[in-house]
Nanobody, 116 residues
């Protein structure tokens, strides 16, 4: 069973930056699509950014131009670089691995808090 472990969350002022990391217990990037989701209190979990097994990326409109998803195949790690953070980016951020016909794999989440 593959495990995902997130890190890098914290408290930052508006306009600041954070870099989230998601370490996979083994190399799955060639067969799984990887994504970052977030869930704010009282809201549904939403997709923030994703990178396919082929390397294509896509972003939620709310983070385009500010967030960048990338992966390091040698270290089995996916990153989410978050710049120009806003208070509305405050949420628990989750790493996700998805593959057709397989159950999604989720990390435990990391809290990101952006103060105004």
């Amino acid at each position: 069973q593959v495990q995902l472990v997130e890190s890098g969350g914290g408290l930052v002022q508006a306009g600041g930056s954070l870099r989230l990391s998601c370490a996979a217990s083994r190399n799955i990037f060639s067969i799984y699509n990887m994504g970052w989701y977030r869930q704010a209190p009282g809201k549904q979990r939403e997709l923030v950014a994703a990178i396919t097994s082929g390397g294509s990326t896509n972003y939620a409109d709310s983070v385009k131009g500010r967030f960048t998803i990338s992966r390091d195949n040698a270290k089995n790690t996916v990153h989410l670089q978050m710049n120009s953070l806003k208070p509305e980016d405050t949420a628990v951020y989750y790493c996700n691995a998805a593959k057709v016909l397989y159950r999604d794999i989720w990390g435990q989440g990391t809290q990101v808090t952006v103060s105004s």
